[in-house]
């Protein structure tokens, strides 16, 4: 038993990646301002994941991750709808980020936009 | 020509005893009955897994399992490579194929009750053969390294995350890593040309072994008709009479294979994104749509559960039904007919339709 064991630990272990450490950039340049139209969104690449920058109608702007809560496709903005959708399951998420239709069972990470001179900077809150 | 065939059959049977294997196949016969055209589906599943042998083989020649190089390697074959673009076409179509006559093959011996005593362990090795083809689809739809197929796998194995207890080790172990990258295609090119064929090997020998031994099943209702004085036994030799009406059907399939490969090129469609949007009408493979079109109409929340965890706990649940069906069918061992088990598989392939129609919508 004991050599079985010590032959299978190794390739077991050997079969798991070791643990890849995750950015520690906490922000990131999402857009230029005046790249996105109003009613508009664009997914960018936050550390190793996406992310969603919508810009209302009003000209505001909202940030998430693009991660879908329900199985992890990459949500994207409906202008005609107002609202972040999942092509893969018919989510639906609200611009608060609330999964409000669909499969999704939680709302989307919600990051914090700011501007910076010509930049639209995303910042992840916790 | 026939003292040559006599001369190396003598020269083998001094060796390994192969008069034996002629012996066993001049003897060798199947019955004959209103269902035998069903029994030639799994002979015609054996022909396409042969072609998807063959025509893999040839992929290999220029494929390049790299998230750089996999979706222009494939674009390569299909587009400078001479008859590049009908080798992929003829895999894909064949391995598609190959999927729908493993289903055929399975709900007819599933109606004809051909997994009950002493085959069992023939349903078994079958049921298992079918999830090997399946982990081939699934795997191999990924190689191309498409939108489609990146998205599917991305659903596929967060599925996968989801089981309890094992679930975060399965993904990282079948993604290499937490997300869906170029370790995953690595990875699923080692499970499709390496790992699923060795245990499809291993298994396939199985059942072909208890198929030869146990020879193939006659119906309850000819069963019974003939315990009745009402029907008489009828055979055929396997060979040369059963195996060549068994090449007339791998030759049909060859046909049909041919011609939808020719006239229906498989497409490639575009290079996968990992940081772009899922694209409107994303849907996986077609003997995947009841699945994923389930999931699409489960809450959020059932119960206490997460919605695609409770999908995952019944599709489980509903396969171990299957898979242990002659061992939980325990009035066929008496050759009694249960109509609750002919209604659960009416249930199963009109679940299957229906949803995967509504899918296709």
């Known amino acids: 038993m004991a050599s079985i064991i010590s032959f299978i630990y190794p390739a077991m272990r050997y079969i798991i990646p070791p643990p890849v450490t995750e950015s520690p950039s906490r922000f990131v340049v999402a857009a230029k301002v005046g790249e996105l139209k109003n009613n508009s969104g664009k997914i960018f690449k936050f550390g190793s994941r996406a992310a969603i920058l919508v810009r209302l109608v009003d000209g505001s702007y909202r940030a998430f991750s693009a991660v879908c809560t329900h199985l992890s496709c990459t949500v994207q903005y409906r202008s005609d709808l107002r609202e972040i959708w999942c092509a893969c399951h018919n989510g639906l998420y609200d611009l608060e980020g609330r999964n409000v239709s669909g499969p999704p069972p939680r709302p989307l990470e919600r990051y914090e936009v700011h501007i910076q001179g010509e930049d639209v900077v995303v910042t992840r809150t916790a | 020509m026939a003292t040559l065939y006599r001369k190396t059959l003598n020269w083998l049977d001094e060796r ?40 893999g083989i040839l992929l290999l020649l220029y494929y390049r399992p790299t998230p750089n190089d996999a979706f222009e390697s494939v674009q390569y074959i299909m587009t400078q490579v001479r008859f590049g673009w009908l080798i992929r076409s003829v895999h894909s179509w064949s391995a598609n194929l190959m999927i729908f006559t493993a289903f055929v093959h399975m709900f007819s011996v599933y109606f004809l009750k051909a997994y009950r005593k002493p085959r069992e362990l023939t349903w078994l090795s079958g049921i298992l053969l079918l999830f090997i083809l399946l982990g081939f689809g699934f795997s191999g739809y990924l190689l191309p390294w498409n939108t489609l197929s990146f998205f599917a796998t991305k659903v596929g194995t967060e599925m996968a995350g989801s089981v309890p207890g094992i679930g975060k080790w399965l993904l990282v172990f079948l993604r290499g890593g937490q997300e869906v990258t170029g370790a995953t295609l690595t990875r699923f090119f080692g499970f ?19 198929v ?66 899922a694209p ?31 999908g995952l706990l019944g599709f489980g649940a509903a396969a171990a039904v299957w898979v242990l069906v002659p061992f939980l069918d325990r009035r066929i061992g008496f050759g009694r007919v249960t109509r609750f088990f002919t209604g659960l598989g009416i249930f199963v392939i009109g679940f299957i339709v229906v949803l995967s129609a509504l899918a296709l919508r």
């Open chain 2, 16 to 55: 390994f005893g192969a008069g034996s294997v002629e012996e066993f196949l001049r003897h060798k016969t199947v019955p004959v009955n209103r269902h035998t055209i069903w029994s030639y589906m799994g002979g015609i599943t054996l022909f396409l897994f042969i072609i998807q042998v063959l025509t």
């Open chain 2, 280 to 310: 409107a009408g994303i849907r996986p493979e077609w003997y995947f749509l009841f699945m994923f079109q389930t999931l699409k109409y489960l809450p959020a929340k059932i119960l206490f559960l997460e919605g695609e965890f409770a």
């Open chain 2, 212 to 277: 030869q031994r146990l020879g193939m099943s006659v119906p309850p209702s000819v069963e019974r008709a003939i315990a009745e004085g009402r029907a008489t036994p009828r055979s055929m030799p396997f060979f040369p009479n059963f195996l060549l009406r068994d090449m007339i059907g791998w030759y049909a399939a060859l046909g049909v294979l041919g011609g939808l490969a020719a006239i229906f090129p498989w497409e490639l469609g575009t290079k996968a994104d990992a940081f772009a949007a």
């Open chain 2, 192 to 210: 499709h040309v390496a790992v699923l064929p060795g245990l499809a090997t291993v298994l396939l020998a199985m059942h072909l072994l208890l």
